[in-house]
């Protein structure tokens, strides 16, 4: 073959310190090794040989070299590599050669050529390799070294498992059954007595690790549906739950309260995402009383051992992602349970003068699960009732001084609520109007950031189906000092008129339509059209996809503006409101009307072409 160059020796300059010096020449080794072909020679000897000492020393130096990346992607231009390395996962390996491979394997997972390794194991006879060691390494390990092992086996599996591509072959080969039993071998109580499984009782860091990471594997390959039948017949929503039991928990006495604690925010974290797809099994252990009977016990001894914040919130979380499922029975069953007291007891105790970022969290999310429970349910809304919106008002009246951050979350969940637990019910409406509710919205739409801006106008768009809002909107009157920037002349903001169009005019210009002076239509053929529609042009689009008309009416706030500026009926003289905002307030208006007319074109040039083209063939 042709002669292999190496790199050129580093010589010492001058004033260089022996360290500089030092890793120049590291860098030269690892070149020199990689360009000399020695890797893939090193593997093929491991294949020849036979000799378990010679094992271990090649295996050794490849645990050495595969931390370099370049050397892993030589290493892995052999097919086999990986189902090489796994062949020393067998009983009969010692353990020290099984702590080298892991090592190797580890190294190829993490390096530039991760995808080829993930390749490479992801076949049977890899991960029934890694199950066997992973078993046997379980029941028989008792020094420490032995559970360090087992811990980076799982450590190993969970960087394969980074690959959705891994997490049937995890579930065929019966891995994920395995974790499975032993996540829950001390909760279940599985053969406690068996002097093999003491280990499990112990409460050291090698134990806890091994907990966690059993629960992560489940995690992540959980999230493939072929794992849902494994998770129900080793009951694992079951053990879940064990572990949000209050008082008196069983389970408490295997760790300490450090280590329980942790455990159990874990858990509550994999509720959030696996309890939305597991909702029967949810109904079937009745999680909903189990979740609120805990999140009680987490507000009546706030601050004590086993009862932190972070735990109440965690336990909003998961009730927040159960109530998104938009499950009704599920729904209904939260709200006859006394879910909502219990959010509204979160948020009727007073705010600190300068509340942390737990507290803000805790309040945004049960303002999120008091939403996610009364939209289209008209059951919790009135459940929600007159007590819910007096203090919903109190949310709403908190402007910020900065909209930055957990403060601006916190408003755009009160209003989020706002719209599904209020707009509906008559009840809540009244008693909305009855707290200026509608002057509240108006007010905060003078004030908020352009990005709370679309959902305030939704709110007080659907408000506005109700009559008795209207009078409540033509009446606001804005901040005397609030003006709103036009291109050729600032507008005083007085009524909601001013308002509204002011909105108009600025959301134009962010989409970029051509508007002449003063304000008048700039493109007559395209008025409503912006610099990326007219460069977009007309595209094919699937059938599962909405229309491009449909997407631009959801994207553009145009279409929030002109329905409470056609219930006002404001007029614009330019004499009282500038010429710019006249043209801007009659252009808004008859913004329907110029819709229909485009939709009438463009279903009437589509009936034309049609025709030309059945009559041309």
Known sequence: GAPRTLPPLPQRAGGESGG?????QVIFNEMAISRSGIVPRLVDALRLNADAQAHFSLLHALCVLSKNSTNCEQILRDRD???????????RTKNRIVFVVVEILWNLLESSASEAAVEQLNVDHCVMALKQAFERLVSLSS????????NEILVLVLLMARDPRTHPLFVRTGFLECVLYYVGYVEFGYDLEATKHKRFLCQGHEDLEFKSLLFLLISTVGEHPSSLPDMASQNFVGLLYLYLVPVDNPIERHWNHAQFDD???????????LIPRVLD????????????????????????????????????NVLQNACLSGDGPLLEDLGDLGCLDIMMRILKTPRPLHPSLDDTELRCGALSVCSALCRNDRHNKTLFGSAGVHTLMNYLRYVPTDFNGAEDRLLLSAVDCAWSAVVGCEENEDTFL??????????????????????ILGTLLDLAENPKVVPHIQEWRGDSRQQVRLPSEPLRVRGPEQLLVGLWVHEEDKLGVERGAGGVIGNTGQPLAGVAQLGAGIQARPATRPSQAVEEVSEDMRSKIYAPLLEIGGDFPAGVVGHHAA??????????????????????????????????E
């Not at 007010?443 to 959902?455: F, G, R, T, Y």
Request: net charge positive; proline share 1%; hydrophobic share 45%.
């Open 281 to 316: 099994e949810h109904k079937r252990l009745q999680g909903n009383s189990m979740l609120l009977q805990f999140l009680e016990a987490c507000l009546d001894n706030a601050g004590q051992a086993g009862f932190r914040d972070y735990h109440a919130q965690g336990c909003i």
């Open 143 to 150: 020094s420490k070294n032995d559970r360090q092992l087992r």
């Open 81 to 91: 590599a990986c189902s090489l390395f796994a062949s020393f996962f067998s009983a």
């Open 434 to 455: 009855q707290s200026e509710g509608v002057f509240v919205l108006m007010d905060l739409l003078e004030v908020c950031p352009a990005s709370m801006k679309n959902l």
């Open 263 to 273: 455990l159990r925010l874990q858990v509550m974290r994999m509720m959030s995402d």
């Open 20 to 24: 500089a010096f030092r890793s120049r």
């Open 583 to 616: 043209a801007a307030g009659g252009a808004a208006k008859r913004d329907m009307a110029r819709r229909a007319g485009r939709g009438w074109s463009r279903a009437c040039g589509a009936a034309v072409s049609g025709l030309w083209r059945a009559c041309s």
